[in-house]
């Protein structure tokens, strides 16, 4: 499946579970369960899409989607995309700071992760085979909060979609080199993505100093 039509179906099943839009358009102060280990650019002037930013995985009849949440990461995309991310991290604070306080980490890493079926009949999934290699360290999930209605059936059907939140150690740092791994398969696009992460921020950082 094509980049550009996984993007957009994400994109909606995304949209359909976030609350309503800040009316106001004022982009929101980093939610406190996410980390920045970089200076932070201002958020506003990103240009880049999910997509840009997100690894992907094939295993068998599925393609997973990973997005890390740091605020260090989403601010480089567009505004709209910005402001999706955020107000979804934000929707789930309460039970964020639950898995916080159970779990006693200081700080958490959390990411967006999708599973999409990409061929005919269900294919079944396994959140919590989900690991991310990083600074030394596998790091598995700590939890995994479901977003969409089927998330915990673990199965999809072609061309559908679940999504969830994965909540991390946030001793994890996006800002180094990873890899992430489901299964058997494994990605290490990561410092590409990081490339162009910088890129933009350093585009950013230019518009910002224009008058």
């Not at 567009?78 to 309460?94: E, K």
């Not at 977003?147 to 150690?169: I, N």
Request: glycine share 8%.
């Amino acid at each position: 499946m094509k980049r550009g039509t996984w993007g957009f179906v994400a994109a909606m099943a995304l949209a359909g579970c976030l609350p309503p839009s800040n009316p106001s358009g004022v982009v929101p102060d980093a939610p406190p369960t996410t980390g920045a280990s970089l200076s932070l650019i201002p958020a506003g002037y990103g240009t880049l899409k999910q997509d840009d930013i997100a690894i992907h995985v094939q295993q068998l009849g599925l393609q997973v989607r990973a997005i890390p949440l740091d605020e260090s990461v989403i601010r480089v995309l567009s505004p709209d995309s910005y402001r999706a991310l955020s107000d979804l991290v934000r929707s789930q604070g309460a039970k964020l700071e639950d898995i916080r306080r159970r779990t006693a980490y200081p700080q958490l890493a959390v990411w967006y992760v999708s599973f999409f079926g990409m061929e005919l009949g269900e294919a079944r999934y396994s959140p919590m085979e989900l690991i991310v290699t990083n600074v030394g360290r596998d790091f598995r999930p700590l939890d995994v909060i479901g977003l969409s209605p089927g998330f915990g059936l673990q199965r999809v059907r072609q061309r559908e979609v679940q999504h969830a939140l994965y909540v991390f150690d946030g001793q994890l740092d996006v800002n180094q080199p990873l890899v992430l791994a489901y299964e058997t398969s494994r990605s290490s696009s990561w410092p590409t993505v990081l490339d162009r992460i910088e890129r933009e921020r350093a585009l950013v950082r230019s518009r910002v100093r224009s008058p």
